[in-house]
Nanobody, 124 residues
Framework: QVQLVESGGGLVQAGGSLRLSCAAS????????MAWFRQALGKEREFVAR????????YYADSVKGRFTISRDNAKNTVYLQMNSLKPEDTAVYYC?????????????????WGQGTQVTVSS
């Protein structure tokens, strides 16, 4: 059983930065791709960023490209999301998830373990 625990959320002014962390326990962390998703109030959960198992390949949603950076430290079983130049529209609950697929995918159905989420609020 895999457990994912996010941290690092909070309240920040527009233009500011936050760094989210997701600590994993259980199965071999370094064998699986990881991703961040987010869900704003009243909206569907959406993909934010993905990183492959070794950390050599990343992929971003257009809405965060150039502002957010996903990374991982397999020695610490942790994945990160550095968020810069934050905008009010980035306000959401952010979730990390572990992929069950060996191929590239951002479909939520292919992510079988999820954290509880951490709230990010960006004020204007």
């Amino acid at each position: 059983q895999v457990q994912l625990v996010e941290s690092g959320g909070g309240l920040v002014q527009a233009g500011g930065s936050l760094r989210l962390s997701c600590a994993a326990s259980g199965q071999t962390f370094s064998s699986y791709a990881m991703a961040w998703f987010r869900q704003a109030l009243g909206k569907e959960r959406e993909f934010v960023a993905r990183i492959d198992s070794r950390g050599g390949s990343t992929y971003y949603a257009d809405s965060v490209k150039g502002r957010f950076t996903i990374s991982r430290d397999n020695a610490k079983n942790t994945v990160y999301l550095q968020m810069n130049s934050l905008k009010p529209e980035d306000t959401a609950v952010y979730y990390c998830a572990q992929s069950s697929a060996v191929w590239f995918t951002v479909a939520q159905s292919n992510y079988n373990y999820w954290g509880q989420g951490t709230q990010v609020t960006v004020s204007s």
